[in-house]
Structures are given as C-alpha cells and as structure tokens.
C-alpha cells in the first residue's frame, strides 16, 4: 500500500495569522505542523494528520480548494487519499 500523502499542496505561504501562528494560505498548516507532518512514517498516523488539518480548515474557513488539490497532488505522486478527504470531495 503506498504512503499517505502529507497535506501539504505546494503552495506554502505563512499569511494567515492563527492561534499557533501563521498558517499557510493552502493547507493551513503551520511551520510547525508542516515539521510535523514530515516526521510521521506510518499512514494511519499521517491520516489522522490530515484530518486534524481538515478539521482545523473548518474551524478557520476559506480552504474549499484544498480537497481537490490535495487530491490531484495525491494521484500526481501515486500516494494514498485517506477516506475522510474522500468523502469532502
């Protein structure tokens, strides 16, 4: 089974101000969620990542486009989509 892709979509500019910092206008992640994310090797711990990160898009709006990007990115690479982002697109 291929790794699951990490939530990351390429874009990877900090202007959005949060809580734990600056959040990336195309995933949301922060610097260091995006360290994080790096780290995790197995594919349940990544897919619990994304959607933690799904779950923070919700909370801090205007991240409609990531779901079809991430998937794109996904299929582009040849990785896994979790379910949970398969069931937003």
Not at 18 to 47: F, V
């Amino acid at each position: 089974m291929p790794k699951t892709q990490s939530p990351c979509i390429g874009v990877c500019k900090f202007k959005r101000p949060g809580p734990a910092g600056s959040h990336c206008i195309g995933c949301s992640m922060t610097k260091e969620q995006k360290s994080i994310s790096k780290d995790l090797k197995k594919s349940r711990e990544l897919d619990a990542f994304v959607a933690l990160v799904m779950a923070q898009q919700e909370q801090m709006g205007r991240y409609t486009h990531w779901p079809l990007a991430y998937v794109k990115k996904a299929q582009k690479k040849g990785r896994k989509v979790p379910d949970v982002v398969r069931r937003a697109t």
